[in-house]
């Protein structure tokens, strides 16, 4: 029939052959898609440099990468408590009498006292403003000329804040995050001071400014260290990514903010630049450039490194990254004990371990050789890292000086992502750099056991606190 529809071709053999070697080239494409978004999807901040903030609400129960101690939880033996105590000289004493006698009736005014219970209330009084008045008195000598009296030091205007004030509103914004505005509210409710958003803003900038000197020294201390910790952190400062970049040791800390993650960021910083000690890092490339530094690199991030190819294991198989995870904890067991007990690592446990780790770096090796998918080469250049500088891996079980991982780094920094996540991000790089600044002060007096609130009293007075000289 003329409107019948022409009958469809039929495909050849060689036609289907290839749809099918097609379509199965497109199956396996998806199914390494598949198993990378897996990967992707399971990272959190026990098997990755994520944050714990980042883990969701849904975040599994925190498990550490640390065994057992043993030791019971709480506080240790030697650990200072904090409970409250009475004390012998209270600030008021008032007597409560007993009212009649509970037996016959008779009031008791006047009888002897047997027994006294004390109890104690700690409070704060109430607190306002005192306001100091200066006079500056004019006289006038009998020659006819008239002398006035110099303020003393530090009262500039007719109406001012003092120190304390300053240091309460660099306190609360530098030490405890809130932003200039609730700072400014805080001081309102709590103190009664009528201040502004501007004020505290104008107070932490004067405050920064008079820490040149500080940071300066702080600088030639880390720099002339024997082992120091190297970080950085993103920031949002003015809508765009910066970021910060810390130096520190067990006494010294040294942040500030930067446009820039790699060498120029850590070069501004000031100190790595010549350094010829040994840095703690967490293996990113551009700290390998500082040739004239020994480098340890941090065990804990690579620990969570294998942690993210141990979950990814079929359950019940033996796995390369579990392997190497047990040699580095058992490696780091060796080096704590040793610190504790006063005695050198026992050199037949450390090479047992260390060949332990090598071995089951070469098996990652040769199971991630076809670097088929993004996930397996990202696997295969860790492998070919824990050889290729396992002497950075485990200098600290060889130099007891030396740290294995760069927590101390990442707890200062996270100091910053606290401050981002309370208040939000920063407006200009002016402040943000102004912020490292007090957070760099704060830091190192705490290192030092100088209380925040006293440190910045004497900023604010114009003498701030100076680590002593070694």
């Not at 080239?25 to 980042?54: G, M």
């Not at 020994?294 to 019940?316: F, M, N, W, Y």
């Not at 076809?370 to 696997?379: F, I, K």
Request: positive net charge; aromatic residues 4%.
């Amino acid at each position: 029939m003329s409107g019948d529809l022409p009958a469809p071709s039929v495909p050849s053999y060689d036609e289907l052959a290839t749809l099918v070697v097609s379509l199965q080239a497109d199956l396996a494409r998806a199914l390494e898609r598949i198993v990378e978004l897996e990967a992707q999807v399971a990272r959190t901040s026990r098997n990755s440099s994520k944050p714990p903030s980042s883990d969701g609400l849904a975040k599994a129960p925190p498990k550490s990468l640390r065994k057992k101690t043993g030791r019971r939880p709480g506080g240790q033996n030697g650990h200072p408590g904090s409970t409250l105590r009475m004390v012998a000289g209270p600030d008021v004493r008032l007597a409560h009498e007993p009212g009649p006698c509970g037996g016959c009736g008779t009031q008791l005014a006047g009888r002897p006292v047997t027994r006294t219970e004390r109890r104690q209330v700690f409070d704060l009084p109430e607190l306002r403003p005192r306001v100091t008045e200066h006079r500056l008195l004019e006289r006038e000598c009998g020659c006819g000329t008239r002398t006035k009296a110099t303020a003393p030091a530090g009262v500039d205007a007719p109406v001012q804040y003092g120190p304390r004030v300053t240091a309460a509103a660099v306190y609360l914004y530098g030490g405890q995050f809130l932003s200039k505005d609730r700072t400014a509210t805080a001081l309102a409710e709590l103190v009664g001071l009528p201040i502004s958003a501007g004020t505290v803003a104008a107070m932490a900038a004067r405050a920064a400014a008079g820490l040149e000197g500080f940071l300066t020294a702080i600088r030639e201390h880390l720099a002339g260290a024997e082992v120091l910790g190297a970080d950085e952190t993103g920031l949002r400062v003015a809508g765009r990514l910066h970021w910060v970049h810390v130096a520190r040791t067990g006494k010294y800390t040294l942040i500030d903010c930067h446009p820039k993650r790699g060498t120029a960021g850590i070069d501004a910083l000031g100190v790595l630049t010549g350094f010829t000690g040994v840095v703690v890092h967490d293996a990113w490339a551009p700290y390998d450039t500082y040739t004239d530094a020994t480098h340890q690199l941090c065990v804990a991030h690579v620990l969570r490194e294998l942690q993210a190819i141990t979950d990814s294991a079929p359950a019940g198989t033996w796995c390369w990254a579990t392997q190497a995870a047990d040699a580095l904890l058992a490696l780091h067991r060796l080096t704590v004990d040793a610190a504790t007990i006063g005695t050198a690592i026992d050199p037949a446990d450390l090479a047992t371990h260390t060949r332990a780790l090598r071995h089951t770096a070469h098996i990652g090796i040769t199971q991630t050789s076809p670097r088929g998918t993004t996930l397996m080469a990202a696997r295969h250049a860790l492998a070919c890292r824990l050889v290729d500088r396992e002497t950075d891996y485990l200098r600290f079980t060889h130099d007891l000086r030396v740290p294995a991982d760069n927590n101390g780094s990442e707890h200062d920094i996270r100091m910053i992502k606290v401050r981002q996540k309370v208040s939000g991000c920063l407006r200009t790089l002016t402040g943000a750099r102004q912020f490292c600044a007090i957070r760099s002060y704060l830091s190192t007096a705490t290192k030092h056991g100088i209380p925040q609130f006293p440190a910045l009293v004497q900023l604010a007075e114009g003498h701030p606190w100076m680590p002593a000289t070694t």
